[in-house]
Each structure stands twice: as structure tokens, then as C-alpha cells.
């Protein structure tokens, strides 16, 4: 991620300094020891103890978790800045508040804000009174990717602000939150030139890691130049879109239906393969490439999406447990058979496999929290399996949850027929499989 940055060579030296600190204990970035922090190589949440935070061996995780006796002190930076930019992943138990000051005073919010539909300043991502755009933060458990450009307030030679401290941009899990934002110092409280970036633990435990601060170039800009007024669509119902969609590392999906939902998630369904293909949170869909001038029929999320790409169906069917998974519909009798809507005016997809029939549902959780998916598969052959979930990894929790690739998203199982799943390595990663027994009901949860 070093490699993002571009920075003049006046910069460099410090840039050396940072990664050579970051590959031990982040000495280099914070100060160390502090009071109510430990040091670890990485965090676990169980899903049955949401809020207490589980550490393994080793180096690159700061973390703190709330003790009996004694305080927490304020994780600081080494440096102080004037202009910066701070890049930083974070996880939090459940109920965790915690407050990042920029410039030493200006708080930005960290916190678990599930449930929320409209979000505030004191919502995930709130700062100075303003609200975040979106509300895209991640549960409880999971890794959370925040990157802002902060410019300090700029003094005369008499000591005079003359210019006031501005939050240039803030882009959580990859979204644009806030832009451009004058930040106003808490009554009583003074600016200073330069100071130290802090993390504030309020209340829960709290985890970090990749953090990179480096002095703000002048010539940083996130505003695209010349770009068309957005064509955006908004789910305030249950909304459904054709288009095509465009999934990083992938072929272009020309048979995509994206479905929004008041609760402010969404998510994408590939009808030539019968597979969700991501699923995201906040806004719903920018239409702009589809229908601007002549178009090119694409959509693109307005949140931060998790995608689930891979090749092959959904379902598969398989003479042994080693076999490889199927990497089309050759042989499979795979015919797409559209979606019928039921009275919520939520798709039903529908599609004939190996001689079966399959219905396919995808609901929204309550309060967000992510969805619930039922597959029915009538006149299932013997062999037929169905892939929950592929990623780097796949780490079974217990009592049917799992959690997916590096801590982006659970899987919760609720109803398999009284088959068990099966975790198996490929070459690309792990595979969760469940063999069809009856109809299949699990939940998304990110």
C-alpha cells in the first residue's frame, strides 16, 4: 500500500523511516509504550463474545481492550503534522466508541453505528458536527479502511489564523465521506501549527494496523475534473436496476440486476451464473456511465462493496469431495429462467440445473446489518453442492459462523437440511461447501 503514495523526494526519507517502523511494532509511527495498549499480530471476534477481542503472537496490531484497574492513555503519533495524511485499517467490538483527533483537537468519530439509517456526527465517520455522506461502515469484528487528508489551520507571522483547519477529504472502506470541510476548534481550546494524531479509546475494545502518516503534498486533489452532474439512483423502496457491471479482476457482468433496500443495503445478482457477485452498504447505484451522452450500459455502486467473484455456479455438482469446482455451465443444463417478484416487490430468481429447478431469494437483515439467502433446489441429483463462501481464508467460529477472507465478512448459517459443511483448500484459497439436502437459508453479514 506504500506504493499508493507519490510524494516529492522531500518526502521520501520519511517515508523509509515509516515502513521501517511499520514492519516491527509501528514504533516509529506511534509512541511506545502506551498505558492500556498491547502489541499484537492479530485480533479475533467471536461471534459469541462480541465484545472482547481475542490476540495472537506477534507484531503490526495495536490494540486496546478496556481493564478493571488503570487507565488507557491516548495512542500518539511520534511526529506532530501540520498538513497530513493518515491511513489507518481498524477493527472494533461491539459497542466500541473511540475518537481519532486531527491536529490534536478535531475529533473524528470511530464507532460501532450499526442500525442506524440516517447517519450523524456522532455516527461512524462523523467529524466536527457533520454527519458522514454514507453510513459504510463495517461490523462489529471486521477490518475497516480509513483514509484522510487533513490541513491545518495556517497563521500570520502575528500568530493570526488566517485560514481555517480543513478536512480535505475522508474516504472510508473506499467511499467518499466527507470533502472539503472547515473544522472549528472546541470553545476554549487552542490551535497550534502543528501537533500529534491521537486515538482515543471512549468505551469497548478497539484494534489497528497498516497505518501510514505522511505530510500532506500540496498538490493533492480527490475531485474529478470535468466529470458529467451524476445520474444517481436512490432505493428509498425496494428498487431493482438492469445493467451491466463491471467486478475488479473480472469479465464485464452483461446480465446484472442490482437490488436496493431502504435498509441501505444492496446488492448484485448475476443471472447467467445464479450467483450474488457483491453486496454493499450506503448509497444504491450511479447510473451516470449508463445513460450520460450515448452511454456504455454500465452502473456503478455508491457504497463500499464486498465482492464475491469467482468462477463457476452457485450450486455445483461434484462426484467426490476433491473434485474441482465446475468453471461454467458446460454439461451442468444450466437455463436461466428470470426472477418473479413477490409482494415486497423483491425478486425470486429462478433457473433449471442438472435437470432440477432452483428459486433463489436474497433478503435484507433488520437494521442493515447485511442479508439472508434461501435456495430451493427441487429434483437436486446426488452430488449437488452448494458454495457458501470462497476466499483467502475461512475460519469456522462455531455454531455455524464463519468468518471470511481477512475478517471482511460473515457467513451465519441457519438452515442446512441437517448437512454439515465442509471447508477445503484450493489453489486460490478455501472453499465452504454444503451438500443439498434440502432447502439452504444463510446470512450475509458485513
Same mark, same amino acid.
Given at each position: ?11 521520501? !526519507? ?28 492479530? /485480533?479475533?471476534?467471536? *461471534? ?13 496490531? *495495536? ?31 461491539? &459497542? ?9 483537537? =478535531? ?28 453510513? /459504510? ?5 471486521? *477490518?475497516?479502511?480509513?483514509? !484522510? ?18 478536512? $480535505? ?8 465521506? +466527507? ?31 497498516? $497505518? ?24 428509498? $423502496? ?8 463491471? /467486478? ?8 446484472? !440486476?442490482? /437490488? ?19 453486496? *454493499?452498504?450506503? &448509497? ?7 445513460? +450520460? ?22 450450486? &455445483? ?20 429462467? @428470470? ?15 442438472? &435437470? ?14 447485511? #442479508?439472508?439467502?434461501?435456495?430451493? #433446489?427441487?429434483?437436486?441429483?446426488? @452430488? ?20 471470511? @477472507?481477512?475478517?471482511?465478512? =460473515? ?34 453479514? #458485513?
Amino acid at each position: 500500500m506504500l506504493t499508493h503514495f507519490y510524494r516529492p523526494i522531500t518526502f521520501v !526519507i520519511a517515508l523509509l523511516v515509516l515502513t521501517v517502523g511499520y514492519t516491527t511494532a509501528q514504533e516509529s509511527v506511534f509512541k511506545s509504550p502506551a498505558r492500556g495498549w498491547d502489541v499484537a499480530g492479530d /485480533v479475533n471476534l467471536l *461471534w459469541s463474545k462480541q465484545t472482547k477481542l481475542e490476540l495472537a503472537p506477534g507484531e503490526g496490531v *495495536w490494540v486496546s481492550i478496556p481493564q478493571r484497574k488503570g487507565g488507557v492513555d491516548d495512542l500518539t503519533s511520534a511526529m506532530d503534522y501540520a498538513d497530513v495524511e493518515v491511513e489507518l485499517s481498524y477493527l472494533l467490538a461491539t &459497542g466500541t466508541e473511540a475518537t481519532l483527533y486531527l491536529g490534536g483537537i =478535531y475529533p473524528f468519530v470511530l464507532s460501532d453505528s450499526r442500525g442506524i439509517d440516517v447517519p450523524t456526527a456522532q455516527s461512524n465517520g462523523g467529524i466536527g458536527g457533520y454527519a458522514p455522506r454514507q453510513e /459504510v461502515g463495517r461490523a462489529p469484528g471486521l *477490518w475497516q479502511r480509513l483514509k !484522510i487528508k487533513f490541513r491545518a489551520s495556517q497563521f500570520d507571522a502575528g500568530g493570526v489564523r488566517v485560514a481555517p483547519a480543513t478536512l $480535505v477529504s475522508a474516504q472510508l472502506n473506499g467511499v467518499m465521506i +466527507h470533502e472539503n470541510v472547515q473544522l472549528l476548534a472546541p470553545e476554549g481550546v487552542s490551535e497550534k501549527p502543528k501537533a500529534s494524531v491521537r486515538i482515543k479509546p471512549l468505551n469497548g475494545s478497539i484494534a489497528v494496523k497498516d $497505518v501510514h502518516m505522511l505530510p500532506l503534498a500540496d498538490d493533492q486533489s480527490d475531485r474529478e475534473r470535468n466529470s458529467p452532474d451524476p445520474i444517481l439512483i436512490n432505493a428509498d $423502496v425496494n428498487t431493482t436496476l438492469r445493467s451491466f457491471m463491471d /467486478v475488479p479482476g473480472s469479465p464485464r457482468v452483461v446480465h446484472a !440486476i442490482s /437490488v436496493g433496500h431502504p435498509q441501505h443495503v444492496h446488492y448484485t445478482y448475476d443471472l447467467d451464473k445464479g450467483k450474488v457477485i457483491q453486496v *454493499w452498504r450506503g &448509497g444504491f447505484l450511479d447510473a451516470t456511465p449508463m445513460w +450520460h451522452d450515448r452511454g456504455n450500459g454500465t452502473s456503478r455502486v455508491l457504497g463500499s462493496p464486498i465482492y464475491f467473484d469467482q468462477p463457476g455456479l452457485t450450486i &455445483g455438482k461434484l462426484a467426490s469431495q476433491t473434485d474441482a469446482w465446475p468453471t461454467d455451465t458446460t454439461g451442468t443444463g444450466y437455463k436461466p429462467k @428470470g426472477y418473479r417478484m413477490d409482494a415486497q416487490e423483491l425478486p425470486i430468481f429462478r433457473y433449471q440445473l442438472y &435437470g432440477g429447478a432452483v428459486e433463489d431469494s436474497v433478503r435484507p437483515l433488520s437494521g442493515g446489518e447485511g #442479508f439472508t439467502r434461501t435456495i430451493s #433446489f427441487r429434483g437436486a441429483p446426488e @452430488g449437488a453442492y452448494l458454495r457458501l463462501a470462497a476466499a483467502s481464508s475461512i475460519v469456522d467460529q462455531g455454531k455455524g459462523v464463519y468468518l471470511i @477472507g481477512d475478517k471482511a465478512w =460473515y457467513l451465519k448459517l441457519e438452515e442446512s437440511g441437517n448437512a454439515k459443511p465442509i471447508i477445503r483448500d484450493q489453489p486460490t484459497g478455501k472453499e465452504l461447501l454444503l451438500p443439498i439436502r434440502s432447502n439452504i437459508r444463510y446470512s450475509i453479514i #458485513f
